[in-house]
């Protein structure tokens, strides 16, 4: 009953969700005008709103004019109802369960907001980040070891546990954030042009603010890992299916170089939100933790 009620309230606040990702990104109110078909403006039925479920006897299109609906939204409510129970089975009824399902909120809106868009938001990064420090302190990270030994070493006192939790917030945001900004700097004065936006920065900020120091480390590291994995296959696959071919061929046309070179160089330039991979090694820290805690102590996480 009680994972039935977590998947339940997951899924009415991922309706929430996609509110925030389809309408903040246009400037747009959260709270009002209700739901409508983009079409023919006609307000969704409440019988025709029920997350998951209202989309499937619709059929994917909308009741008045024959819309089709993006899958993305029962695709993000269940995979919010997912979440929260992943949340509760990782962290019980607990203080932590209230802090990581914040998180996983604030992580759902990003992620897809970026892999919709390209656009990682400020009204969702900055509030983000003084929530994140906030509930650092009420309910510390379970490895903040590295500001225990460096409050031990330097000052020669042990901070109380609320002290240790935002030092760790601080201390991750800072590390992240300043960390993606060095790598942007760095790739501009490289490569002459711009290869990550400032919302990723942002973005690290928050997430360090509720991770701490080590785990925005292991979310940068996977994060940038799992993007690199991914973003070499869609290129390889982009350019073995001939995307952008007439593109090439005219501009081979033009003596700027053999068809095949500019495939590549224009399959190459395809750019993968880097938000997005961050957003999912976040949450692959948040639930992969507390296993790493069980099962292997001492291990790579402590």
């Not at 030994?149 to 000052?155: N, R």
């Not at 095949?260 to 957003?279: E, H, K, M, N, V």
Request: with cysteine; hydrophobic share 55%; proline share 6%.
């Amino acid at each position: 009953m009680v994972i039935a009620f977590f998947f339940l309230f997951g899924i009415v606040f991922g309706s929430f969700l996609n509110v925030c990702i389809t309408r903040i990104p246009e400037g747009l109110s959260i709270v009002s005008p209700r739901s409508r078909c983009p079409r023919c403006e006609t307000p969704i039925k409440s019988y025709d709103n029920v997350p998951v479920f209202g989309w499937l006897w619709l059929r994917g299109k909308c009741r008045t004019c024959g819309l089709p609906i993006s899958p993305m939204y029962p695709l993000v409510e269940f995979a919010t109802g997912c979440l929260f129970v992943l949340c509760y089975l990782e962290y019980g009824l607990t203080a932590a369960t209230a802090k990581w399902l914040v998180f996983t909120c604030l992580i759902v809106v990003l992620t897809i907001t970026d892999l919709r868009v390209r656009l990682l938001p400020d009204v969702i990064n900055w509030p983000g980040f003084v929530v994140g420090l906030f509930l650092s302190a009420a309910v510390p990270p379970a490895d903040t070891d590295i500001v225990f030994w460096a409050s031990a070493t330097v000052f020669h006192r042990i901070p109380p546990p609320y002290l240790l939790g935002l030092f760790d917030g601080l201390l991750g945001a800072a590390f992240g954030s300043l960390l993606l900004w060095g790598i942007a700097a760095l790739y501009k004065l490289w490569r002459g042009r711009e290869g990550m936006g400032m919302g990723d920065v942002k973005m690290m900020a928050m997430v360090g603010a509720f991770l701490g120091l080590r785990g925005t480390f292991f979310t940068i590291l996977f994060g940038t890992l799992f993007g690199s994995i991914v973003g070499g296959a869609v290129i390889l696959g982009l350019y073995a299916s001939g995307w952008q071919l007439a593109l090439a061929e005219r501009a081979s046309r033009r003596n700027l170089g053999t068809v095949r070179d500019l495939r590549w160089t224009i399959a190459s330039q395809y750019q993968l939100p880097l938000g997005t991979f961050l957003g999912i090694a976040a949450l692959v820290i948040v639930f992969l933790a507390p296993i790493a805690f069980r099962h292997f102590p001492g291990g790579l996480f402590l």
